[in-house]
């Protein structure tokens, strides 16, 4: 496994490789980012992972001087499951003073997360070009766990003809639903517990629509009623809309829907979504 910090060396190294699979993260790695790894490794035969804390993508009142930090962690995992190559760049090699564009994305950016956290969007979308473009991926692998952010980047991608697929893995959760994240170690152990109500509200969602409920808003009233039985959790948002415009439904067609949400705990926002019918 190759650990590489800088651009030039980083292009070198893929020289070595005629196929290789992409999974950019921000680190604390946990079995969602492995699963991707692992897929990409598969499927391209080599993989590389970005471990890179993108200053960009937070807001002024967000976490991103507290973001959980463990390279060395990391990297021991990475090593474990055999990783081809890890670029781990620094804020100064990824925005050298100057840097100024940026890349946005428009419609899919201006609801859901791209409401609560106005600019997030630009800067994911623009740290994922430049990592296309340094790295060159054959193909590039995201979680649905960040779903909106799958449809930006799918968006980005056929937009600016970018030469790569990607790839959407599924949620991995742990044993007791709640959707892994590298932010659950911000959770007491009161929120945690808390925090399971995500899943079964969203679950509540797709047994009513496998049940024949077609009503958008009657699917997001029931996800509504069962989190409301955890009064800590503070709703941002329920959402029941088209899986790729993510504009809010009327009626949820028979092939399904994305159902989505963001709840806060305390000073943590746990995100979540299932494809309703899926
Ligand atoms: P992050 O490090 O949070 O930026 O995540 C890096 C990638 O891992 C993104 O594509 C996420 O959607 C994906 N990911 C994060 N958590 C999970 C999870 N629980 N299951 C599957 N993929 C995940």
Redesign the pocket.
Known sequence: MQVIDTIDAFRAARKGFPRLGL???????????L??VRRAREECGAAAVSIFVNPTQFGANEDFSKYPRDMERDLALLREIKTDLVFTPTPAIVYPPGHSTGIEVGGVTTMLEGAVRPGHFRGVATVVCKLFNIVQPTKA??????AQ??VVLAKMVRDLDMPLEMIV?????EADGL????RNVYLSPDERRAGTVLYRALNEADRRFKAGERSAEALRKAIRDVLATEPSGAIDYVSVADRNTLEELETVPADGALASLAVRFGKTRLLDNVVLGG
Not at 23 to 33: A, D, I, S
Not at 141 to 146: E, L, R, V
């Open positions: 999974v950019p993260t921000m680190g604390f790695l946990h079995e969602g980012h699963s991707l692998y995201f979680g649905q766990k960040d952010q799958t893995c599924p949620t991995v959760r959707a892994m994240s590298s």
